[in-house]
């Protein structure tokens, strides 16, 4: 079965850092790309960063360019997300997803989500 | 970057009913690169239509999703119980890969 698994959420001061984490199961994980999505309370989707398969290529919003870094370790099946310099409006829940097709392209819809970890940034 | 607009914002059905929501694109989505997700409260979106019209495994067939360049259609032909949830179109044809602000289908 296919799984994306999110931790590494909790609450941190402005201006603080977190490290999410996402480990994968049931598929080859370093042909695919992988994205984050945040969710803030009450609020819709919002596209934060894609790291593409097989490639090495990494895309970020403008609301976290310079503050947040995508990273990944194929050896680990696993996705990162370290997130600094952390505002209030960064506070979300933080999905992980994946590229429903492989290869280098980051143009595939999102087929499997994890169920998310919940960052919230308050003094 | 790519501004999504849908519309309307909430959609008051029973079911039944046929449900059309729709997604407008600030600029031409190339090569239809156009996702449809479902979201249920507390949980993760669900991946439902992609490439404009292609459904994703196991939707069924009561979902259709049309539309090219900056228009695009989710249908829901007869809705079920379990349709009633929050929509949301995407496009990932260029970054930043853009979300809209989403539909609520709700009971009516």
């Known amino acids: 079965e296919v799984q994306l698994l999110e931790s590494g959420g909790g609450l941190v001061q402005p201006g603080g850092s977190l490290r999410l984490s996402c480990a994968a199961s049931?598929?080859?994980?370093?042909?695919?790309?992988m994205t984050w999505v945040r969710q803030g309370p009450g609020k819709g989707l919002e596209w934060v960063s894609t790291?593409?398969?097989?490639?090495?290529?990494?895309y970020y919003a403008e609301s976290v360019k310079g503050r947040f870094t995508i990273s990944r370790d194929n050896s680990k099946n696993t996705l990162y997300l370290q997130m600094n310099s952390l505002r209030a409006e960064d506070t979300a829940i933080y999905y992980c997803?994946?590229?429903w097709g492989p290869g280098t392209s980051v143009r595939y819809a999102f087929d499997i989500w994890g169920q998310g970890t919940l960052v919230t940034v308050s003094s | 970057e790519i501004v999504l607009t849908q519309s309307p914002g909430t959609l008051s059905l029973s079911p039944g009913e046929r449900a059309t929501l729709s997604c407008r694109a600030s600029?031409?989505?190339?090569?239809?690169?156009l996702a449809w997700y479902q979201q249920k409260p507390g949980q993760a979106p669900s991946l439902f239509i992609y490439?404009?019209?292609t459904r994703a495994t196991g939707i069924p067939d009561r979902f259709s999703g049309s539309g090219s360049g900056t228009d695009f259609t989710l249908t829901i032909s007869r809705l079920e119980p379990e349709d009633f949830a929050v929509y949301y179109c995407?496009?990932?044809?260029?970054?930043?890969?853009?979300f809209g602000p989403g539909t609520k289908v709700d009971i009516k």
């Open positions: 600029q031409s989505v190339s090569s239809n690169y």
């Open positions: 049931g598929f080859t994980f370093s042909t695919f790309a």
């Open positions: 790291f593409s398969g097989s490639g090495g290529t990494t």
């Open positions: 997803a994946k590229a």
């Open positions: 995407q496009q990932y044809g260029s970054s930043p890969f853009t």
């Open positions: 490439g404009a019209s």
